[in-house]
Structure formats: C-alpha cells, structure tokens
C-alpha cells in the first residue's frame, strides 16, 4: 500500500514517514492554506505548512484507489497516474495483481504489487487499470482477473482507464452502454465491447473516466486529481510536477503526424484491433 500523509514523524495518523514528494505536498499547500481564516487561530509555535485545521475542506480524504497491474502492462500508463494519486493526501494507492511476485513491464520495468486481488479492498473510489499490447489480451482473457475488475468495478466509485486498459474494462463488462477512449490503433473496438467510441484525451461518462493512450494518463491523472479534490489542489500538483509540455515535434495525434509517419505507424498495429476481437471472443464478449 502506498499512503501520502502531510504531517512530520512523530504527528498522529502518520503513514510510513514523510518522503520528499509528502514535504513538496506540505510546502505547497501549507503555503495556500496559511491565508485560510483558520490560520489565524494556529498556535505561534505551529508552523504553517502543518497546520491541517487550515486545509480547505475536502482536501485531506481517505480515498482507496486500486492499480491494476499485470505482467506486460505499459508501465507509463501505471506510473503517470499513480504519481497523481499518491499527491492525494490522505488516499491509500493499491498496486494489485494476481499475486505479489515482481511483474515485469511491456519496457522491461520490474513493478512489485503491493496487494492480491483478495487483500485489495472491496469497496473503492477508484479502480485503474493500464494497458499495454500482449499482455493486456492475455489479462483480458484471465479469469481472474476479469472477475476482479468486474467485482471490484461493480461497486467503485470511479471506473477508470487508460490506453487499452479500458478494453480490459470492457473484457470484464464495465463499458457497456458507456462512452470511452482508448490506444488510436484499438479505438474502434470499443464497440465490440458495447461502448461508444470517442476519439478524446480524457473521456467521461457518470462514473467511467477513461485515457487516450500512454501519456493521456497525466492528464487523466490531472482531471481525477480535480475530481476527488478541487481545481485548486490539481493545479498546484500540476505546478509541482512542472507538468508544462513542450514536445519538440507535434506527432503526438493522427490529427497532427505527418502521413508518412502516420502511415508507418498504422502498419505496426494494423493487426492489433483483430487480436483484440480474437481475446474479447475468447472472454466471452459478445458486441
């Protein structure tokens, strides 16, 4: 389990000490809320970053949010959003799998889970799951692990996703009759998992929240931030991530790639949405 907490060692409620990124936390917000009418009441030998009386209401919750993780997942749709929810003070990010042995990513990056599918908590705020190529259809079509999306995603507050990780959700029955994103090169199977294809960054429909592909998970991130806090609390993390894109070429899009690159590109995946078709048939997904 991974827990963000403000307060120094030693304060009550205190969750495995305080890191460099729960200090940037109480800089940050200890400065914002010092301004706070409550800040006047603070004791003289109290100093303003800790004082959580000051913190505007709603900024300090218990949240359980639940990461999938999967051998083979694309590690970047994991980490860009967990960075954004261990900023949540007060939250408790579960990294989940099967079991608890190390899962090695689709790059190569080793992820250990810090929770099984039955030691994660039944009732959430968030389940995420990350996508990837190979291994997301070999996790939509594991038993397992779509009973626990379905189960732990029935009763969630927010369903959640990004790049195929949604065709994960769908594996397990979640999109049906949901507007969703996905990968550019898997998005029009979406509607073979009953979901209505939208070609957004962030796309949201009542309680499903879904991502673009790959890098789509910071701003996803951003937005859930926002979500379960405030514009406010989601901008200063912004800040403190110095999350300022500048790409130095604009071939992020098919909307905005130069054909030629678009065209090589589209060849790579070409064959991907029928090997999705192929592990939604085999789960047991019918469109």
């Given at each position: 389990?991974?827990?963000?907490?403000?307060?120094?060692?030693?304060?009550?409620?205190?969750?495995?000490?305080?890191?460099?990124?729960?200090?940037?936390?109480?800089?940050?917000?200890?400065?914002?809320?010092?301004?706070?009418?409550?800040?006047?009441?603070?004791?003289?030998?109290?100093?303003?970053?800790?004082?959580?009386a000051a913190m505007p209401p709603g900024w300090v919750k218990a949240d359980q949010?639940?990461?999938?993780?999967?051998?083979?997942?694309?590690?970047?749709?994991?980490?860009?959003?967990?960075?954004?929810?261990?900023?949540?003070?007060?939250?408790?990010?579960?990294?989940v799998g099967k079991t608890r042995a190390p899962m090695t990513s689709d790059t190569?990056?080793?992820?250990?889970?810090?929770?099984?599918?039955?030691?994660?908590?039944?009732?959430?705020?968030?389940?995420?799951?990350p996508g990837g190529t190979a291994g997301t259809l070999a996790a939509m079509q594991?038993?397992?692990?779509?009973?626990?999306?379905?189960?732990?995603?029935?009763?969630?507050?927010?369903?959640?996703?990004?790049?195929?990780?949604?065709?994960?959700?769908?594996?397990?029955?979640?999109?049906?009759?949901?507007?969703?994103?996905?990968?550019?090169?898997?998005?029009?199977?979406?509607?073979?998992?009953?979901?209505?294809?939208?070609?957004?960054?962030?796309?949201?429909?009542?309680?499903?929240?879904?991502?673009?592909?790959?890098?789509?998970?910071?701003?996803?991130?951003?937005?859930?931030?926002?979500?379960?806090?405030?514009?406010?609390?989601?901008?200063?993390?912004?800040?403190?991530?110095?999350?300022?894109?500048?790409?130095?070429?604009?071939?992020?899009?098919?909307?905005?790639?130069?054909?030629?690159?678009?065209?090589?590109?589209?060849?790579?995946?070409?064959?991907?949405?029928?090997?999705?078709?192929?592990?939604?048939?085999?789960?047991?997904?019918?469109?």
């Amino acid at each position: 389990m991974i827990a963000r907490d403000p307060r120094p060692a030693g304060m009550p409620g205190l969750v495995g000490g305080v890191d460099r990124r729960a200090a940037l936390m109480t800089a940050l917000f200890g400065a914002l809320a010092a301004g706070s009418a409550h800040a006047q009441d603070r004791p003289a030998d109290q100093p303003a970053g800790h004082d959580m009386a000051a913190m505007p209401p709603g900024w300090v919750k218990a949240d359980q949010i639940a990461m999938l993780c999967y051998p083979g997942m694309t590690i970047l749709d994991l980490i860009g959003p967990q960075y954004m929810f261990a900023a949540l003070m007060g939250a408790s990010v579960h990294l989940v799998g099967k079991t608890r042995a190390p899962m090695t990513s689709d790059t190569g990056v080793t992820i250990l889970p810090t929770a099984t599918f039955d030691e994660c908590p039944r009732d959430l705020t968030v389940l995420f799951v990350p996508g990837g190529t190979a291994g997301t259809l070999a996790a939509m079509q594991d038993a397992e692990t779509r009973a626990f999306v379905a189960d732990r995603g029935g009763r969630a507050q927010y369903v959640t996703s990004v790049c195929t990780g949604a065709l994960v959700l769908g594996a397990a029955g979640l999109l049906k009759g949901y507007r969703a994103t996905t990968h550019w090169a898997a998005l029009e199977t979406l509607a073979d998992c009953g979901a209505t294809p939208v070609s957004e960054r962030v796309v949201r429909d009542r309680n499903r929240i879904t991502g673009a592909g790959v890098t789509a998970g910071l701003d996803f991130g951003l937005s859930m931030v926002a979500e379960l806090r405030d514009p406010v609390y989601a901008q200063g993390v912004q800040l403190g991530c110095e999350y300022d894109p500048q790409p130095p070429f604009n071939a992020g899009s098919t909307r905005t790639a130069p054909a030629d690159v678009t065209a090589i590109m589209a060849s790579m995946y070409a064959g991907f949405p029928g090997q999705v078709r192929a592990a939604l048939k085999a789960a047991g997904v019918a469109r």
